[in-house]
C-alpha cells in the first residue's frame, strides 16, 4: 500500500464559523484571522493505492460552479486534482474508488463535473465506484434547512443517475470495516448524519482521515466546535471518544481542512487530550 496526499485546492472561511461560540481571542493563535475575518482552509484528499485498487477520499469542491459561487469563498494558490494526481504519476481515469466522508459541497463538489458541452452533468471519475452510506445519503437528498445550502443537487444526484454509487454498511457502534476498500469507518453524527472516518492500516501505523470530525489541530480542544455542526453536543462526546482513542493508540490523524498542518498526533494532559506532534505528509508516508 501506498498513501499520497491530494492538494485539490485551498480557500478561506469565517473564522467564527469555524469556531461557533469559542472567542476570537482564543482560537486565533491557531488560526489568525485575515482583515475580513476569514482563515485558511485546505482541502487536503487523500489517494490510496493497494493492489489493484486506487482509492481518492473526498474531492474538494471541483469547478464547475459559478464565478459568484466560489467569490464566497476566496480561493487562494494553484492547487488541484489533477495537477496534484500528475505530480503522483496518475489521472482521474486511473480512479477505481471515490470515499465521500460526506456529501456537504466542499467534500464531493469534484465528483461531478460538466460534460463536454456543458448542457449535463457526469461522474468526473469515470471507470470509480463512489462511496457513501444510505443514512448519509437520505439525509443529504432531503436535507434540513440548516444544510440545505451545503447539500448541492448537482454534486449529488448525478453521483446516484451514473449507476456509479455504492453504499457502505452503517454500525450499530461507532466503527465498521468495509471490506472491499480494507479499512475501518468511523461513524460520527455531531457534523452531519454519519460522517465517515477511515482509519487505514500503513506500516505499522493507524491513518485516520478526520474530515469534519477535526477540522484543524486548533480544534483539538473539546469545546472548539464549528458553528456548521448540527448537533454541537454530539460532536463534544464524538470527539473525546475519538480524540481518548488517538491519544491511547499513537494514531495519526490526517487534516484534511488545516491549510498549514499536515498530519498530528495527540497525548493524554492533565487538560485533556492535546496536540503532541506535527508531521508532512512526506514524513509519515515515505
Not at 474538494?60 to 464565478?67: E, F, L, P, R, T
Not at 452531519?192 to 482521515?209: N, V
Request: glycine share 6%.
Amino acid at each position: 500500500m501506498t498513501l499520497y496526499p491530494i492538494n485539490s485546492g485551498n480557500f478561506k472561511l469565517d473564522g467564527g464559523a469555524m469556531f461557533g461560540v469559542v472567542p476570537k481571542s482564543l482560537w486565533q493563535r491557531t488560526n489568525p484571522a485575515d482583515a475580513n475575518n476569514m482563515i485558511d482552509i485546505a482541502a487536503r484528499c487523500l489517494l490510496i493505492e493497494d493492489g489493484d485498487k486506487l482509492t481518492l477520499i473526498d474531492t474538494g469542491m471541483g469547478n464547475k460552479q459559478s464565478d459568484k459561487f466560489f467569490g464566497y469563498y476566496y480561493l487562494w494558490g494553484d492547487d488541484s486534482i489533477d495537477k496534484s494526481l500528475k505530480q503522483h504519476g496518475f489521472n482521474r481515469n486511473d480512479i477505481t474508488d471515490v470515499f465521500m466522508t460526506h456529501l456537504h459541497f466542499d467534500h464531493c463538489g469534484g465528483a461531478i463535473q460538466w460534460n463536454k458541452d456543458h448542457t449535463d452533468y457526469e461522474p468526473a471519475f469515470k471507470n470509480a465506484n463512489f462511496w457513501s452510506n444510505k443514512d448519509h445519503w437520505h439525509w443529504a437528498t432531503q436535507p434540513n434547512n440548516r444544510e440545505k445550502a451545503s447539500f448541492l443537487e448537482e454534486n449529488i444526484l448525478p453521483i446516484k443517475n451514473s449507476g456509479q454509487l455504492k453504499f457502505t454498511d452503517v454500525p450499530n457502534g461507532d466503527i465498521q470495516r468495509n471490506s472491499e476498500l480494507d479499512f475501518d469507518i468511523f461513524y460520527a453524527d455531531g457534523h452531519t448524519d454519519k460522517q465517515m472516518i477511515p482509519m487505514i492500516q500503513y506500516k505499522g501505523k493507524t491513518i485516520c482521515f478526520v474530515a469534519d470530525l477535526l477540522p484543524t489541530a486548533g480544534h483539538i480542544p473539546l469545546p472548539f466546535v464549528m458553528g456548521y455542526d448540527t448537533r454541537p453536543l454530539l460532536t463534544l462526546d464524538e470527539k473525546e471518544r475519538f480524540l481518548k482513542m488517538a491519544a491511547d493508540n499513537n494514531y495519526y490523524l490526517f487534516l484534511e481542512h488545516d491549510a498549514h498542518n499536515e498530519i498530528i498526533t495527540v497525548k493524554n494532559t492533565e487538560k485533556g487530550v492535546r496536540l503532541q506532534d506535527v508531521y508532512s505528509c512526506n514524513e509519515i508516508f515515505n
